[in-house]
């Protein structure tokens, strides 16, 4: 009985993992282990024999089981304290300034759009980059053969042959986001919407892939006055600037009756540009009051409801505000180029800290 005790305890005590001290366990206590077995002989045993062997037997049993018990609970506690030891992070450290990575301007401009429209009450409303031909166009009362479907150089997605279904679009612009946001969430609406576009153009001022922001104000009494008044204000904060000069012209998109486009007043003296000041005027956005077709397929009720929308270039904002002369530069990944134009991770723009 002794040789057995000291066996295993001293198995237990040198198991070096749970698997070992599995395999201990079940050689000792398991159906065939050792001290089983001699269990099971007891049956055979003559009475006073058997009297004498079980206590002893049992009580072996339990000191054993209890061993691998507190040897399991041992290695579980050690393992965790590796695992802690090892995962182990100083959040409190700086980043390694080498190291650091920087926010794209194209990011760092969205940032700037969203914190200085949220704080005039818009919520960000996004769409799928790959959209579909009723929400792209003609929701936005623009049909099948409208001029305007040649004007925004589309590009489809394939169709499998003899699927006859109208194709797919990478969505050309942010305004079929206006038609998401008014049918799921109704009026009165305000939001911007960010985001990717798609079109066919490639030079120093295009990319295929570029990004714009949709503004999207419905309400019961909204009216040209607010919508020149909201632009007003975003643009003096968003270039900050204390005053700005703004022109709408006259103009026309499918779903904005009556549309303008809006110039800026600015100057090019020495070769920079200055904002606010100047002979010069910077196309810089498309705007309008939003069509009551346009309502009708969002599901709202034009003779309740009316509203503006704008559209802009985020990337355009960027090349203005940052002097970036070069859009393609924008998605080429040089390292260099990121370094120079980026911004630090850790200063997230806001109203008060400055955007
Ligand atoms: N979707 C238009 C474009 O891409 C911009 C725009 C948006 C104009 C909203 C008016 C209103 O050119």
Redesign the pocket.
Known sequence: MDELRDKYLGAVASASDEAALEEVRLAALGKKGEIALRMRELGTMPPDQRMATAPALNALRDEVAAAVAARKAALQDAALDERLRAEWLDVSLPPRPRRAGTIHPITQVTDEVTQIFAALGYAVAEGPQVEDDWHNFDA?NIAPEHPARQE?DTFYMARSEGDNRPPHVLR????PV?IRAMMGQGAPLRVICPGR?FRADYDQTHSPMFH?V???AIDRAITMANLKWTLEEFLKAFFEVPTVDLRFRASH?P??EP?AEVDIRCSWEGGTLKLGEGDSWLEI????MVHPKVLTAGGIDPTEWQGF????GIDRLAMLKYGIPDLRAFFESDLRWLRHYGFGALEVPTLAGGV
Request: hydrophobic share 40%; net charge negative; no cysteine.
């Open positions: 936005l925004h050309t612009h942010t305004s206006q576009v714009q949709e503004g999207l998109f779903f904005t549309s956005l498309g705007s309008g929308a704008f559209g802009m």
